[in-house]
């Protein structure tokens, strides 16, 4: 994969095409005047993998940030649908997912998800089109609430203009016996098998995942929950500032312990908004179709407010 370059971009080798329409992100052969670029940026160590998707006209650039393992190829309804919105997309694999470096599935400290987003915006900001926009799935949302929580004093101003989390992570469901089971088990073993679970109601997209995603991690490390573990306790008890987020949540989410997270959102941002999906469950960029539409229109909406 070639160093991202945005002085000489990289084009996607033929290899990169067959993986994109694999994927079904093949917008610059689907959508009329949009450019994909694909390469890597170093962060700590770790080679990520960064999409930059460019239509003729841009309004704007949203960041887009992928849940526990997911990664940049299952995003495709959220980038098609910002792209017809004349909007730039940059999107990078977290480390241990999809094509960037790292043992699957596991991370050293939360930090290292901060210091990747450092990287990726010092990359980019003097290179593509303001406003920025920020939308983080689940564990992706968890990354933009510390970001926005604890590390904006590494910017000038703040980076993001407007901010969604879909489904955000701040406790997962049941996080009680897991933290028991992770005292208990924890010291060892190093890896615990995974259990896929009804996180959508699109049938197709829960085939997909179990059957036919190279990408999919079949084991959850014990170190990512060793890093959680302590993420939640710095994330509960950190102050609150003055900043609005707009959240979309799923009532049918099994995934993430969603009231109590509101919960906490609501102490640490001075505004919050929340809409709420009667049906939805927790992959809300894959839900069905209805679903997912209703997501879009909310998302249109948060983007357009002044």
């Given at each position: 994969?070639p160093?991202?370059d ?9 290899e990169a095409?067959?993986y994109c329409?694999y ?8 959508l009329p005047?949009v450019?994909?670029y ?5 962060s ?6 960064m ?24 995003y ?8 017809e919105q ?14 960037s ?8 400290s939360?930090?290292d998800?901060q210091l990747?987003l450092?990287?990726c915006?010092?990359l ?14 689940s564990?992706?949302?968890a990354?933009?609430?510390d970001h ?9 101003e703040p980076f993001?203009?407007k ?11 049941g996080?009680k016996g897991?933290?028991?089971?992770h ?8 890896t615990?098998?995974?259990?896929f ?7 197709v ?15 959850m490390?014990?170190?990512?929950i060793?890093?959680l ?5 710095a ?6 500032i003055k900043g ?5 949540q799923?009532k049918?989410?099994?995934t993430?312990?969603?009231r ?8 640490k ?11 939805g469950?927790?992959?809300?960029v894959?839900?069905?179709e ?5 997501v879009?229109?909310y998302?249109?909406g ?5």
């Amino acid at each position: 994969m070639p160093v991202f370059d945005f002085k000489n971009l990289p084009e996607l080798t033929e290899e990169a095409k067959r993986y994109c329409r694999y994927y079904q992100i093949d917008f610059c052969d689907t959508l009329p005047d949009v450019n994909h670029y694909l390469g890597s940026f170093d962060s700590l160590g770790y080679r990520m993998a960064m999409h930059y998707y460019l239509p003729k006209t841009i309004k704007g650039t949203v960041f887009i940030f992928h849940g526990y393992f997911d990664h940049v190829g299952l995003y495709g309804h959220l980038i098609k649908h910002c792209l017809e919105q004349n909007l730039a997309v940059i999107a990078y694999d977290l480390p241990g997912h999809g094509l960037s470096s790292g043992r699957p599935t596991a991370i050293k400290s939360f930090d290292d998800y901060q210091l990747a987003l450092k990287s990726c915006v010092t990359l980019c900001q003097d290179n593509i089109t303001a406003p920025f926009y920020g939308i983080g799935q689940s564990t992706g949302g968890a990354v933009l609430i510390d970001h926005l929580l604890n590390r904006t004093q590494q910017f000038a101003e703040p980076f993001f203009e407007k901010v969604v989390l879909l489904a955000p992570l701040v406790r997962p469901m049941g996080w009680k016996g897991a933290l028991f089971m992770h005292s208990v088990v924890g010291p060892f073993i190093s890896t615990w098998k995974r259990v896929f679970s009804e996180n959508s109601n699109d049938p197709v997209f829960i085939k997909f995942l179990k059957k036919h995603d190279p990408l999919q991690s079949r084991i959850m490390s014990i170190e990512w929950i060793t890093a959680l573990r302590l993420w939640i306790r710095a994330i509960e008890s950190t102050g609150s500032i003055k900043g609005h987020v707009s959240i979309v949540q799923g009532k049918r989410d099994m995934t993430v312990d969603w009231r109590h997270n509101i919960t906490v959102l609501q102490q640490k941002f001075s505004e919050v908004d929340v809409h709420y999906l009667p049906k939805g469950r927790h992959h809300l960029v894959n839900e069905s179709e209805e679903i997912r539409q209703d997501v879009f229109n909310y998302i249109d909406g948060v983007l357009a407010s002044s």
